[in-house]
């Protein structure tokens, strides 16, 4: 398959591919602004502040009134989920990133409760704002995964006052959602991996997959001798030129290393080449997207919306990939999309496992013209994903290639009792932080 000039290939797969969505997602005007440039000029006294877009209000999705009163954490397994409570008695459900969750809950409860309780939940983007501003000396993953649990339940608890599911408060309708299956293994053959690939694609019906290539931060390494230069035309073969194809690097490849095993990809009409550098690499990966035709995908480790900004205008990748639970919340993955839009870029979200950040990202995409595929794990039998079905109903399915949300309020879920009962509980209220410290 030959490589075709950059810009004609960018135009037909990454805009064709936000085209091929808009049949099942509609366009919402509030969540995105006209495509122009990230923060143009702001007029006089607009201060573009923390990922926002000038023209872009802050939400407003609930009347005032709604105090919130009490955080609680329930951590079990991989696991921790976040419910909020408001002084009238609402309440809404969030979950931490998994992996390593104490860490994230122990700072909810100890650096960002305090700016959370006594707001009021009409001010959700003041409150994100509030987080970020006053845990300054503490930047990045930890406190935006204690703020992603937080968001995520203000916006579960915005849907039960509303009675509204959250892709509704968002401006979306309820419509399938179309999905790849996400492949997170390097301990198994190409052949194994594509006769897998081919059983899930004739019974759940996806037309699109992700393999991964080369090991995490891998120095260049490969997981087995040539595994990444054999799986690409191995995938291929056996799936068909019809089916989508994308490739995940995982930060493992200097630029060289990257671009030759990009052009490999380009000759097998592959369509996405996610993390091919260390992520933190920029100039790295800017080099490895500049040589190359095939869309070329980031961000998902990535909690600064600066640092987003700083991607897009240095045009270090075509595809942004925040993670709902890492970036900090629902809030502020709306702000990565809406200056994505701006400048007429896919947003394709990482959720890398079937807890409910794949529900989040899923509402997330029913809202925004500028949404790809919604990643789905397709490691049914890990622990991470028994432990998520245990946590809640009903169970994410995929049928014919896509997802289809729930009409009922919030995020469409209940949270397991039983699940709850044996789970390590903790509380923090608005009492407590009120009270003088002995």
């Avoid at 087995?224 to 230069?229: D, F, I, K, N, V």
């Avoid at 091919?276 to 790295?284: H, Q, S, V």
Wanted: aromatic share 6%; charged share 20%; net charge neutral.
């Amino acid at each position: 398959m030959n490589p075709t000039p950059r810009r004609d290939f960018l135009k037909t797969v990454v805009l064709g591919s936000v085209a091929a969505a808009a049949k099942l997602q509609a366009e919402t005007p509030s969540a995105a602004p006209s495509p122009t440039t990230i923060n143009p000029t702001p007029p006089p006294g607009v201060y573009p502040y923390l990922g926002r877009t000038v023209g872009v209000p802050d939400w407003q999705v609930v009347e005032r009134g709604h105090v919130i009163e009490k955080l609680e954490t329930f951590s079990k397994g991989p696991y921790a989920l976040v419910r909020v409570t408001t002084q009238d008695g609402h309440t809404g459900w969030g979950q931490v990133a998994p992996y390593d969750h104490n860490i994230a809950t122990l700072s909810l409860h100890q650096q960002v409760a305090r700016h959370v309780l006594g707001r009021d939940l009409a001010d959700i983007d003041a409150i994100n704002d509030r987080v970020i501003d006053a845990t300054m000396k503490f930047p990045g993953a930890t406190v935006c995964r204690a703020l992603g649990g937080i968001d995520t339940a203000l916006w579960d608890l915005c849907g039960q006052i509303r009675q509204k599911p959250v892709y509704a408060l968002l401006g979306g309708t309820a419509r399938p959602i179309l999905a790849y299956g996400s492949s997170q293994r390097r301990d198994i053959t190409p052949e194994n991996e594509a006769a897998r690939l081919v059983k899930l694609r004739d019974t759940e019906g996806f037309d699109a997959f992700k393999i991964r290539l080369g090991i995490p931060t891998g120095h260049n390494a490969d997981a087995a001798p040539g595994r990444s230069e054999k799986i690409i035309p191995t995938v291929r073969a056996a799936l068909g030129e019809k089916v989508i194809l994308k490739a995940d690097a995982n930060s493992c490849y200097t630029p060289d290393k990257a671009i030759e095993m990009g052009r490999r990809l380009e000759q097998h009409g592959y369509t996405h080449y996610e993390e091919p550098c260390p992520y933190w690499e920029l100039e790295w990966t800017r080099e490895v997207t500049a040589a190359l035709d095939i869309p070329v995908a980031g961000g998902e480790q990535d909690t600064d919306l600066a640092q987003f900004r700083r991607m897009m205008t240095m045009q270090a990748v075509d595809v942004f990939q925040p993670d709902i639970c890492y970036v900090g919340g629902l809030t502020r993955t709306m702000r990565v999309a809406r200056m994505a839009h701006a400048l007429g870029r896919t947003v394709t979200p990482h959720a890398a496992n079937l807890s409910l950040v794949t529900l989040f990202t899923a509402h997330l995409l029913a809202a925004i013209p500028n949404g790809g595929h919604l990643e789905f794990s397709i490691e049914y039998d890990s622990n991470l994903t028994r432990e998520a079905r245990a946590m809640f109903s009903p169970a994410l399915k995929i049928a014919d290639g896509k997802l289809t949300l729930s009409t009922e309020p919030g995020w469409g879920i209940r949270i397991s009792p039983d699940w709850l009962k044996d789970a390590e509980h903790r509380a923090t209220t608005r009492a407590e932080i009120a009270r003088p410290k002995a």
